[in-house]
């Protein structure tokens, strides 16, 4: 489990896996594989715009598949679980507040 803490916001809490891509899409891998880690202010712009190429990447992806479902005439792909946005979502906020307030964001410490 991760647990993200800030002095601007309340504790962000995800389940191991998803704090982990998180993590590595943001370029922490290092971070990611030993638990702990910091991220500075300087460093939320380009973790921000890392993690919305993501999501948007997800969602076309996403849209690909149910076109080329509708195209060949079967049922659109159930969706697996909670999508990549939605996970996302209070992780750039939290940054997008810190950022803001140049305080940094820790975790496993």
Not at 35 to 48: E, R, V, Y
Not at 62 to 86: C, M
Request: net charge neutral; hydrophobic share 40%; aromatic share 4%.
């Amino acid at each position: 489990m991760y647990k993200f803490k800030s002095r601007v916001t309340g504790d962000l809490i995800m389940l191991e896996p998803n704090g982990r891509q998180i993590l590595t899409l943001i370029g922490k891998q290092e971070a990611a594989s030993n638990g702990k880690g910091i991220l500075l202010p300087q460093d939320m712009p380009a973790a921000i715009v890392a993690l919305q190429a993501a999501v948007d990447q997800d969602e076309a992806q996403r849209a690909q598949d149910r076109d080329e479902a509708n195209r060949k005439g079967d049922a659109p792909p159930a969706p697996e679980g909670i999508s990549l946005r939605q996970r996302a979502y209070p992780f750039i906020d939290m940054l997008r507040r810190c950022h803001k307030a140049d305080r940094e964001i820790t975790w496993g410490v």
